[in-house]
């Protein structure tokens, strides 16, 4: 199995410009150059559609060619001949990525690595190594069946690497903290191609500007991270509900009631979706406890109050296929099953310190008003993620480049535009609106974002803080003063 991994996955590393005869000369490089076993894959070659497929084909990159590697010599490779060239290139995974910016890399070089996703754990030491494309679902897996577990996001086929460097959030924060409150060091090629460890005790301050923003700063070659025993017998309690969104108000109050008093091991989830069986909109939920039936019934007493509800269900699932049971899945695992393209699809996030309840129903409205008065719309989703914090906010606010520990929620908007036409401006700008209800009564200064939910038009300080900026800016200046890694949200090498 292969270890190599990089700063963000289905993220860009934009060099330069690749046209016409240089793009030539690139492929001349890579014959040259990589070993005997690698490939490189053109339009038109069986794979390439696979291998170049996104997330989201708004904004999406496109690509003259692909280097399919499977190792670190291989990856230095194809960066230095994409860089001799000046052509723009992305290393890609799961190709989960969505980013505004992505839509000025044409024409260029995807560097492939979907193959690297090795798996070795230590269950005597607590450490867990992995591969730069391991999903979710596999950590998952490869841990449940040692009795281990570790914070993972909530969809199975997003990177592990990728949300790590953003921050994580997962439904067992509460717990263990983010994601990134689990990683102990990565190898790291700076974009000068040396490679380097960083953690606490080797190159810190790296350490702690790539726990946030790591994919400004290098390809991460291999990340190890902390891991936990399984709460007993490996089984998590699972309450779902589906809601009539005249119950948003009421659902809204409690979890306002609740956010003070919410236990470890219990996440909320949410999904607001278009329902053609009832023609409108419901809320669905789904509180998922990291621990025994018993006390997740208790837990989730508050959810069982709230009316009207259109249906409720309840089960203890092993840690393994919790995924697969969430939201009225009832075990299905296609639920499981990686589909990447989601069509013309953008997101928004905005995260908040506190509930108003109002402007959460008023949010709601108007996504009611979206798909309904443009039913072109109907594709579209509204998330939250509402977690405990504890471990979360324990850490020092200063202790890594996330800055917002103090939020008790993060919303996402995936909107999906069925239709060539539509557009956020010809949909009466209802995606920005919904955000900016959010935002303006989060109790926070401006915009807060989670990079890993991120749309690509917010401001740096609404992603990094304001706080942060000069503290990242001087990172950026030692380690990319030329701004190899630019294309993703790229830091300034000076602030202000």
């Known amino acids: ?14 060099i330069g410009l690749s046209i016409g005869k240089r793009f030539d000369k690139l492929i001349d490089c890579l014959e040259r150059s990589l070993s005997p076993h690698e490939s490189i894959v053109l339009p038109g070659d069986l794979g390439f559609s696979n291998d170049t497929v996104r997330f989201s084909t708004l904004n999406a990159p496109t690509f003259r060619a692909v280097s399919r590697v499977s190792n670190e010599h291989d990856i ?9 060239t000046a052509t723009h290139f992305l290393v890609t995974g799961t190709g989960h990525g969505t980013y505004s910016g992505f839509g000025e890399l044409q024409n260029g070089l995807e560097i492939y690595i979907g193959n690297l996703d090795g798996i070795k754990v230590d269950p005597k030491a607590n450490v867990m190594t992995i591969g730069s494309a391991t999903l979710f679902k596999d950590v998952i897996s490869s841990l449940y069946n040692v009795g281990k577990n570790v914070p993972t996001g909530s969809s199975p086929c997003v990177g592990m690497v990728g949300a790590t460097l953003g921050a994580g959030i997962g439904r067992l924060q509460g717990l263990y903290g983010l994601i990134l409150d689990s990683l102990l060091s990565v190898r790291i090629m700076l974009p000068n191609t040396t490679v380097v ?18 994919f400004n700063f290098g390809v991460i070659l291999s990340a190890t991270y902390r891991i936990y025993d399984e709460v007993p017998n490996g089984l998590h309690f699972s309450a779902d509900y589906e809601f009539p969104i005249s119950s948003a108000k009421p659902f809204y109050q409690a979890l306002k009631d609740e956010a003070a008093n919410m236990p470890a091991p219990l996440c909320i989830t949410t999904s607001l979706t278009w329902n053609s069986s009832h023609n409108a909109p419901t809320l669905k ?8 039936e018993s006390e997740g019934r208790v837990a989730v007493q508050f959810l069982d109050n709230i009316g009207p509800t259109l249906r409720r269900n309840y089960t203890t699932v092993p840690w393994d296929q919790l995924l697969s049971y969430t939201l009225f899945s009832g075990g299905d695992e296609s639920v ?41 719309m109907r594709a579209s989703d509204n998330g939250l993620y509402f977690c405990a914090t ?29 239709d060539d036409s539509s557009t956020d401006a010809t949909i009466d700008n209802l995606p920005k609106r919904m955000r900016a209800t959010i935002s303006r009564t989060a109790g926070t200064d401006g915009l807060n974002t989670y990079v890993g939910f991120s749309n690509g038009d917010e401001p740096l300080r609404a992603l990094f803080s304001q706080e942060n900026l000069s503290r990242l800016a001087a990172l950026k200046k030692v380690y990319d ?6 294309a993703y949200h790229p830091l300034p090498t000076f602030y202000p």
């Open 285 to 292: 939920v789904n509180a998922a406890y990291a621990g025994p």
């Open 336 to 376: 499981l099953e990686c589909r990447v393209s989601s069509g013309k699809r953008e997101v928004l996030s905005a995260a908040f310190n506190e509930v108003d309840v109002d402007a959460h129903v008023s949010m709601t409205e108007q996504f009611n008003d979206m798909v309904t008065r443009y039913p072109q």
């Open 481 to 486: 003063p030329r701004g190899l890694f630019n």
């Open 1 to 14: 199995m292969h270890y190599v991994s990089f700063a963000l996955l289905a993220l860009p590393f934009a």
């Open 390 to 418: 504890q471990v979360v906010r324990r850490y020092p606010k200063k202790s890594t480049a996330y800055p917002w520990r103090q939020a008790i929620g993060h919303y996402t908007w995936g909107i999906v535009y069925d």
């Open 197 to 214: 460890e960083v953690s606490h005790h080797s190159n810190p301050e790296l350490f702690w500007g790539i726990r946030g923003a790591g």
């Open 76 to 84: 230095r490779v194809s960066i230095n001949c994409a860089r001799l």
